[in-house]
């Protein structure tokens, strides 16, 4: 079966180097399999797309510019609404209006026997009069009835994942599909067999695996890679200062530079180009390719946490 691995970036800012690091890894991961690499921008959020004035064009240069050359032509989330619609014409009968408010769940899960995490179904027992009376007060959201099933994935790193499928959400409150069904709905499409990105997304693999058994599809395997975080162990972010491929140069650094820290903090040593790396990528792979990596300001270091054992997707 032939790898298709996707990168899928929101245009919400500019990449910066945790997220091409991630990029470069599922790229790396593909080609060393011979597979299809091919890109989607998720840009469903239009108020923050609008602000970011041009984000999805610097993301696309960012990666030509590195050599993460992708198959396909780029799918666009915000031209497949009709796609989204048929999506959910399958799944009706199975979905129920929410109204609660984002505090509302939160006490409602912090409640004694409340289960972190997952929606507590509030609204799933909801009489026909309650719905038209709430209808009045918010528009309501739109839910997938789960009712708590269990879904085991695999992940190249993590193994045999299973967690639990709450009654998430399929359209938000203002009509927007919401990720949990478009990446799912898109990865059906596109033909994904494998999804890499950040460990931050682990936990919400089994829903989405499953929702694509709904759809009637397959879920890909997963590679879920470590997050790079700042000198303060946070998640790193534009405001840890000099953290995009635009910064760097700004600072002196050319895309050689920078190619060379995204590969060195994968274990594959300082390569100067995707290519370089492809060419070192040794079996099995390091640990470190897996791991989470730290911004310094200046460089990109691995961690040194022993990593768990790694698996094939098959």
Known sequence: MTVVDRYAPSPTSDLHVGNLRTALAGWLLTRAAEGSWRLRIEDLDAARVRAADGAAVRQLADLRAL?????????????RHDAYRDALAVLAGRTYECFCTRREI????????????????????????????????????????AEGVGFT??????????????????????????????????????GVTQVTRGADLLGSAPR????????????????HIGLVTNDDGARLAKRDGAVTRTDLHGLGWSDADLMA??????????????????????????????????????????????????????
């Open 208 to 223: 989405q695996a499953w929702l694509a058994t709904q759809l009637g599809g397959t879920p890909p395997c997963y590679a």
């Open 153 to 190: 994935v695999t992940d190249r790193f993590h193994g045999q994942v299973t967690g639990p499928v709450d009654d998430f959400v399929l359209v938000r409150g203002d009509g927007v599909p919401a990720y949990n069904l478009a990446v799912v709905v898109d990865d059906l499409f596109q």
């Open 67 to 79: 050599g993460l050359a992708w198959d396909e032509e780029v799918v666009t989330q915000s031209q």
């Open 106 to 145: 939160a006490q409602a899960v912090s409640a004694p026997h409340g289960d972190p995490g997952t929606y507590p179904g509030t609204c799933a027992r909801l009489s026909t009069r309650e719905r038209e009376q709430r209808r009045r007060v918010r528009p309501a959201a739109l839910r997938i009835r």
């Open 261 to 314: 820290e995204l590969t060195d903090s994968l274990g594959l040593g300082r390569q100067e180009t995707a290519a370089g790396a492809l060419a070192v990528m040794p079996e099995p792979l390091p640990r470190q390719f897996f791991a989470p990596a730290t911004w310094t300001g200046e460089r990109l270091s691995p961690t040194t946490a022993v990593a768990p054992g790694r698996r094939r997707c098959r």
